[in-house]
Each structure stands twice: as structure tokens, then as C-alpha cells.
């Protein structure tokens, strides 16, 4: 399985943006997938996770201002990045989850917020 992250960039504070990750191969659907980030000399942490079914979760710390989605057609999770924040600038990472944790990630799509 590969993960391909992309749409990040440079953003002025409150603005938007929306990461998209396509997904090689036919199991997408069934698994759950999962949006992280890390920030500088941080460690890298869980930013929302959504089921096959559509279930979605999210770290308190971007409740209300990001949603995950997915298209299973396209084998593409998304995250929409509303009201940005400077300490929302970070590495954003997809990820395939199985048994409880990521099986597979992808490379990262860097995210600058920054006026």
C-alpha cells in the first residue's frame, strides 16, 4: 500500500486549506484512516481518524475547525483545514490503520501557517 499525501503549503492565519491522500490498491474502503501531524521538536500526534463507515474522531485541540472525510470510489481521505492557526503549522501525515494503529504512512505534506 502506498499513501500520497498532498495540498499543503503556506497559509496566512484563518485561512483554509484541504490535504488530500490517495491510497494505492483495492482495500481502501475497509480500513480505517487516519490524519496526523508533528510539528517542530515535537512529537508526531493523532489529528482525526475516520472509520469505513464514515465514523469520524478528533483531537480536542481542532475540534470545529477540521473535517475528515473520504471517497472510497477514489481511494482519497481528506482533511479540511479551516481557521488556521499558527501552531497548526506541522508535517500532516495520512495513515492506514490496522489492529488499533497505523500500518502504513505516507511521506507528509508540510503545512506553514505564517502571515
Known amino acids: 500500500v502506498q499513501l500520497v499525501e498532498s495540498g499543503g503549503g503556506l497559509v496566512q492565519p484563518g485561512g483554509s486549506l484541504r490535504l488530500s491522500c490517495v491510497a494505492s490498491?483495492?482495500?481502501?474502503?475497509?480500513?480505517?484512516m487516519g490524519w496526523y501531524r508533528q510539528a517542530p521538536g515535537k512529537q508526531r500526534e493523532l489529528v482525526a481518524t475516520?472509520?469505513?463507515?464514515?465514523?469520524?474522531k478528533y483531537a480536542d485541540s481542532v475540534k470545529g475547525r477540521f473535517t475528515i472525510s473520504r471517497d472510497n470510489a477514489k481511494n482519497t481521505v481528506y482533511l479540511q483545514i479551516n481557521s488556521l492557526k499558527h501552531e497548526d503549522t506541522a508535517v500532516y501525515y495520512c495513515?492506514?490503520?490496522?489492529?488499533?494503529?497505523?500500518?502504513?504512512w505516507g511521506q507528509g505534506t508540510q503545512v506553514t501557517v505564517s502571515s
Open positions: 490498491g483495492s482495500i481502501f474502503s475497509i480500513y480505517v
Open positions: 495513515d492506514l490503520e490496522g489492529g488499533g494503529g497505523p500500518l502504513y
Open positions: 475516520i472509520t469505513s463507515g464514515g465514523s469520524t
